[in-house]
């Protein structure tokens, strides 16, 4: 089972800053099949990204991702209020998928 | 555009079967994967498992001997089945499509409680 560790923790930064979390592996991701999504109280998660680097219909292109193998990133260009939110990655390249803990993005 | 609803009791006893339904309308259900996952009050997300659309399954090995995900299209609609509960399966329970996701239900919350 591959175990995702997403980090920060926690992202403490103001609207119009740049956003970057991290996803990390502990093993390569089969063909690059990770996703990233935002989460809001009470609501279910959005899918962002997929296949590490390709935006979800309607996704803004402040959101983007990047990386390979076990080495991932979600990059927010230039924070919008409606931004903070928390992040969660999942690998989908194994028959198991996981889920990393989360990246909390609060206003600071 | 697919949509999916989850459907179900709120409130289950412990020991007892959980049984949840996702309903999906808008698209169609073959060549998919049809995913369940759950996330405890205040916690993070717990990938529980997938059916595709052949009928084959995989399930989260911490839960697999407690699981059973079926399909069934001509109902446009798949299941989740959850034996033997205890209050550590209290969680807010989702549905999603695909590999990667792509599409949620809006989640149903499930208590287990006597």
């Known amino acids: 089972e591959i175990v995702l560790t997403q980090s920060p923790g926690t992202l403490s930064l103001s609207p119009g800053e740049r956003a970057t979390l991290s996803c990390r592996a502990s093993?390569?991701?089969?063909?690059?099949?990770l996703a990233w999504f935002q989460q809001k109280p009470g609501q279910a998660p959005r899918l962002l990204i997929y296949a590490a680097s390709i935006r979800a219909t309607g996704i803004p292109d402040r959101f983007s991702g990047s990386g390979s193998g076990t080495d991932f990133t979600l990059t927010i260009s230039r924070l919008e209020p409606e931004d903070f939110a928390v992040y969660y990655c999942?690998?989908?390249?194994?028959?198991?998928?996981?889920f990393g803990q989360g990246t909390k993005v609060e206003i600071k | 555009q697919v949509q999916l609803q989850e459907s179900g009791p709120g409130l289950v006893k412990p020991s007892e079967t959980l049984s949840l339904t996702c309903n999906v309308s808008g698209g169609s259900m073959r060549n998919y994967y049809w995913n369940w996952m759950r996330q405890a009050p205040g916690k993070g997300l717990e990938w529980i498992g997938v059916v595709y659309s052949t009928g084959s399954t995989n399930y989260n090995p911490s839960l697999k001997s407690r699981v059973t995900i079926s399909l069934d299209m001509s109902k446009n609609q798949f299941s989740l089945r959850l034996f033997s509960v205890t209050a550590a399966d209290t969680a807010v329970y989702y549905c999603?499509?695909?590999?990667?996701?792509?599409?949620w239900g809006p989640g149903t919350l499930v208590s287990v409680s006597s």
């Open positions: 999942l690998q989908y390249g194994s028959t198991i998928r996981t």
């Open positions: 093993q390569s991701v089969s063909a690059n099949y």
């Open positions: 999603a499509r695909s590999q990667w996701l792509d599409s």
